[in-house]
Nanobody
Framework: VQLQASGGGIVQAGDSLRLSCVAS????????VGWFRQAPGKEREIVGA????????YYQDSVEGRFTISRDNAENTVYLQINSLKPEDTAVYYC?????????????????WGQGTLVTVSS
């Protein structure tokens, strides 16, 4: 499966963005999907994930309540809705997919990656 992430941009603190991860080459509904981010000089970290069985989600504590992951299987797309953006959310955001149908939280367990989309939040 190939992934294409988009939707990043330059925004102000408090704004919202919706990132999209569009899949091609396979049926996306059978993949677990994670959203990650990597800020300059920092390691890539998971911000959230969604499984393929029930739509169950996981969020990192720092984004809980502000970030929402959803999927539209008909469109082969997974979304990351980001509200109340903070300067510390500035990073390149990546989507990733795993053939496992369960929630996958470890970056090393994802086999397929999108190219990343940059989110810059100014104060």
């Amino acid at each position: 499966v190939q992934l294409q992430a988009s939707g990043g941009g330059i925004v102000q603190a408090g704004d919202s963005l919706r990132l999209s991860c569009v899949a091609s080459g396979d049926t996306f509904s059978s993949y677990g999907v994670g959203w990650f981010r990597q800020a300059p000089g920092k390691e890539r970290e998971i911000v959230g994930a969604i499984d393929s069985r029930t739509g169950s989600t996981y969020y990192q504590d720092s984004v809980e309540g502000r970030f929402t992951i959803s999927r539209d299987n008909a469109e082969n797309t997974v979304y990351l809705q980001i509200n109340s953006l903070k300067p510390e959310d500035t990073a390149v955001y990546y989507c990733a997919a795993s053939k496992s149908r369960w929630l996958i939280l470890n970056v090393n367990d994802y086999s397929f990656w999108g190219q990343g989309t940059l989110v810059t939040v100014s104060s």
